[in-house]
């Protein structure tokens, strides 16, 4: 805001400053500060054709609004724990990559304000896990009502937050290692059950799972630590089955099949949603694991690489979120 102040003494024009300085901090703290943060590459760019439609429906007497277009890999990540704190609102756009890295900023600075995400990524669980509302013109109308919002659990391994899903095996990396425009024609699940269909021996990992109610040992090709309805597209769990801010994950360890046979069953429970009366995977509800191996297992989070370990130690924070939608 700019105050043009017409005076002939100094006296008058140093009183005047002061009042504007005053109004200029009156001004300031009965605005909403908005940060939006999107990434210009995600999904196929479709952001371009919104970004005029967003920019509008944030302008008003009663907002700022101050857009940042990422450039790079954890460039959301690092402008958000420098500057967030600053602002009400923080609305990220982009896919599970962007939203990661959001998730990751405001746990770090422990922000307190409601967040808002417009998913422009390939597959979108999350959004879809919260039902958020796909009209991008009603979505905007809620992020400035407010009427619609969830707390969400996140979740920590080792170092790295997550906010719905950890995961190990190699097939759970078909997330981030396959090429953008395969994701955007096929899907992730697809590469999922193809990659279960391909296991070698050298996808058997032995590990030790520790978690509320137990230990296990086994021989396993895929882990799953979740908080969400949907896992690379597909619908895992039901809605009256699971909880997104319980403080509980849901997990499922599917053990290594031995043979053909054996991995056709594997295929047929996780097709079919039988988690629960099987013999092929281990399926339970825990608030904190600790998983260990001998060799190191790389892990996926929110659909991106999320670290090497032989140690995993994954924590529920809950309610640490809340989000618009
Ligand atoms: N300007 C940019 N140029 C290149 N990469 C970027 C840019 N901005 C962000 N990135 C990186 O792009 C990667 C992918 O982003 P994101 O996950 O948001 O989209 P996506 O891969 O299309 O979506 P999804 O994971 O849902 O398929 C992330 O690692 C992110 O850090």
């Not at 307190?112 to 390939?122: A, D, E, N, R």
């Not at 009427?147 to 906010?163: A, P």
């Not at 030790?208 to 597209?233: A, H, K, P, V, W």
């Amino acid at each position: 805001m700019t105050i043009i102040i017409l005076s002939t003494t100094t006296k008058c024009v140093r009183f005047c400053k002061y009042i504007a300085i005053a109004i200029d901090i009156v001004y300031d703290i009965s605005m909403k500060k908005i940060l939006f943060v999107y990434n210009p590459v995600a999904g196929k760019g479709n952001i371009k054709n919104k970004l005029s439609k967003i920019i509008e429906a944030f302008s008003s007497d009663e907002n700022t609004l101050i857009t940042y277009a990422t450039k790079a890999n954890n460039d959301a990540y690092h402008h958000i724990v420098q500057f967030g704190q600053q602002f009400d609102r923080i609305i990220c756009s982009g896919g599970d990559g962007t939203l990661n890295e959001t998730i990751n900023a405001c746990m770090e600075i422990a922000y307190k304000g409601k967040l808002g995400y417009i998913p422009t990524g390939t597959v979108n669980d999350f959004s879809k896990s919260i039902k958020m509302e796909t009209n991008l013109d009603r979505l905007l109308d809620n992020f400035n009502t407010e009427i619609h919002f969830q707390s969400i659990d996140v979740g920590k391994l080792n170092e790295r937050y997550f906010v719905y899903v950890a995961a190990f095996g190699s097939v759970s990396e078909v997330s981030y290692s396959t090429p953008q425009n395969t994701k955007n024609s096929i899907g992730k699940v697809a590469y999922i059950l193809e990659g279960l269909k391909k296991l070698t021996r050298q996808d058997k990992i032995h590990m030790r799972i520790e978690y509320d109610d137990g230990i296990i040992e086994d021989d396993f090709c895929l882990g799953l630590i979740t908080n969400s309805l949907f896992i690379g597209g597909m619908n895992f769990f039901k809605e009256d089955e699971i909880s997104l801010d319980d403080g509980y994950f849901e997990c499922i360890f599917i053990k290594y099949p031995k043979g053909p046979i054996t991995l056709n069953q594997t295929l047929f429970d996780i097709t079919t949603r039988n988690f629960e009366n099987t013999d092929k995977m281990y399926a339970f509800k825990t608030k904190t694991l600790r998983i260990t191996s001998k060799k190191k297992i790389k892990w996926t989070v929110d659909g991106e690489y999320g670290g090497t370990y032989k140690d995993a130690t994954i924590t529920n924070y809950q309610k640490a979120i809340t989000i618009l939608k």
